[in-house]
């Protein structure tokens, strides 16, 4: 008789043992052994690749456009340089955006120059940037000017370094300051770099002037930056980095501005002449030079010609002025920088057409340009035509006495009559 207890016990540990092997043993067509292919191809496969192969892959949302608002209060200039469409940003007509562009120093993406301006024939050439600031925040008096005028998107510029003003500044149309300055005295301006004009005198400050090739933006009191400001608070380094490229970096580029210093007559004669034979032919330029020989163009008004056979200077009480200069004076012009010379003195003549067809000459082999005057009517009539930096400049001149005085005719050198 067969024990249905013992066999029911020895089914039942079968069964658990095949469940056992199946767990253990492979469910479907064994892998590829990994550790054998890593050994085999170890310069393509590696830990972390493997890792990733059987890792679940997961799903990133997509990323919203990036809305930009643009403060409307920022310089036209600024506003027309840029490109946000380029960069696939949407413009924002509301502060509800991602992020904003406005005056801050929170994220700088760009700096703005403004200038303080006085009408041209004020005598100061520079205040302190301190003294410009007390005005501003604590209405503290100057001997300069009693009123300060600027656009309004200028004083919100200022306004953002300074806080709201204590002085008497004022806010009128970009278009009338100029006037306003001009014909009320005592006020002067706070305009953009961009807006300077040659009725506009610019006010150094700390001595340092945007006009000036030795400009240093970190030292300058109406330095602004403009800044992108994340609206949550959050990082705007991204944005910030795809709009750089797409907008004005500043308004001010060296790399486009060119000097021209024009100075009055100049002649190499008598007590200047004395001057130089004595303490050296140099001498005069010692104190000025720097500042001319910085210029990209030195016009020198030399009325005087040069000569081969020309003597001692002469003296300085003389009854006839008949002029001339030693070739070896010309190396005076040489270590200012000389560029450009005008021929419309009285006193080019003075030494014969010898000593003025000589002149030319010596500017020629000098590389030196010349205009008012030349070897013939035709020569001296022509304007002077330059390009510097993209810059356009141009000199025309000619004697405007009434009588023919050192005159260009067809046949000899002189200065052009202005007709």
Known sequence: MINCKAVQKTILIALIGILLLSACGPLSTAPTNLA????????????????????????????EVVSVYVDPNLPVAFKNSLQINTVGFALAESENATAKLTFSSEVP??????????????????ISGSELQAFWQEASPTVYFDRLILGKSSYKAIESLWGKPAGTVEVH????????????????????????????????????????????????????????????????????????????QTNRDEDKLATVILTGVTALVRGTAREMEKLGITRPAEVIGQTLRDADILHISNEVPFAVNCGEPAP????????????????????????????TGDHFEDWGPEAMLHTLELYKELGWLYYGGGRNLEEAKQPLKLEVNGNKIAFLGCNAKEWIYSNATQTKPGNFHCD
């Open 109 to 126: 993406i760009s700096t703005w120059i403004y200038a303080l301006v006085a009408p041209f024939p004020t005598l100061a050439d520079g």
């Open 316 to 343: 300085q009480n003389i009854d006839k002025l008949i002029f001339c200069s030693k070739d070896d004076y010309v190396e005076l012009l040489k270590a200012v920088g000389t560029d450009v010379v005008e021929l």
């Open 173 to 248: 149309a970009d278009a009338d300051l100029l006037n306003l300055a001009w014909n009320t005295p005592g006020t002067w301006a706070i305009i953009p770099f961009e807006e300077i004009q040659p009725r506009w005198k610019v006010i150094a400050l700390d001595e340092q002037s945007p006009l000036h090739k030795d400009f240093i933006p970190e030292s300058y009191s109406l330095t602004v930056p403009i800044s992108l400001v994340a609206i949550e608070g959050e990082s705007t380094d991204a944005i910030a980095d795809a709009l750089k490229p797409n907008l004005a």
């Open 36 to 63: 054998n292919t890593a050994t085999e191809n170890s310069s393509k496969v590696t830990p972390t690749q493997v890792a990733s192969s059987t890792a679940t892959p997961t799903l990133t949302p997509t990323s």
